[in-house]
């Protein structure tokens, strides 16, 4: 069903209904309310796939110690994620402020990427370490979800996504390093 509704998105049919992601998909009509309950649940599925990738290729990208060059890291693979299929991610960015019959996953998936970047606060203050490792999760994913939403709507280029991203991420790392974040792409 999930693959359904990409191929449905990357056909340029953003607006497609329950019954065409049936049919997309081969099932009956009643299937996706069935499996999902609204098409902003799907949307919301499609999010987590992507959050989901983003974590598998951070994983599997070189080990940096310093937690500033791993958020850094972190927000180029997001962002690359994202500009893979650019009109699909707008698609499903679009719905993700929308009510779902069920809660999504998107905010905890989120968090989690930002805690795997976060590692064990390696670089950051002592004396703020556990207080980073707390909050920095979380306001590293509304700041990311901030940067993608004036991407989606077309006030951000392609191209000013990962820089945008990192400005928000050194700025709140400030408060919790020694030295300043660099925004370098190549740490």
């Known amino acids: 069903m999930i693959d359904a509704a990409e191929r449905l998105l990357r056909d340029g049919k953003a607006d497609f209904s329950m019954r065409d992601l ?3 998909a081969g099932v009956s009509f009643a299937t996706p309310f069935n499996q999902f309950g609204s098409k902003a649940a799907i949307m ?7 959050i989901d990738t983003m974590e598998i ?3 599997a990208a070189p ?3 310093d937690t500033a060059a791993r958020v850094m890291l972190a927000i180029d693979t997001a962002a690359a994620v994202m500009l893979e299929e650019p009109a699909i991610n707008r698609a499903v960015m679009g719905w993700i402020g929308t009510a779902s019959s069920s ?4 905010w905890a998936r989120s968090t989690a990427l930002w805690t795997l970047a976060l590692g064990a606060g390696e670089g950051l203050m002592p ?3 556990d207080q980073a490792l707390r909050c920095l999760p979380g306001q590293l994913a509304f700041a990311f979800r901030g940067v993608l939403s004036f991407w989606t709507a077309g006030e951000l280029p ?4 990962a820089p945008n991203a990192r400005d928000l991420a050194c700025t709140m ?6 030295e300043r974040p660099s925004r370098d792409p190549g740490l």
């Open 57 to 59: 290729r951070f994983a």
């Open 127 to 129: 004396a703020r370490r």
């Open 63 to 65: 080990t940096l110690v």
């Open 22 to 24: 049936a049919s997309e």
């Open 173 to 178: 790392l400030l408060g919790f390093t020694e």
């Open 44 to 50: 919301h599925t499609l999010s987590t796939r992507r």
């Open 158 to 161: 392609d191209k000013a996504l």
């Open 103 to 106: 809660p999504g996953q998107v």
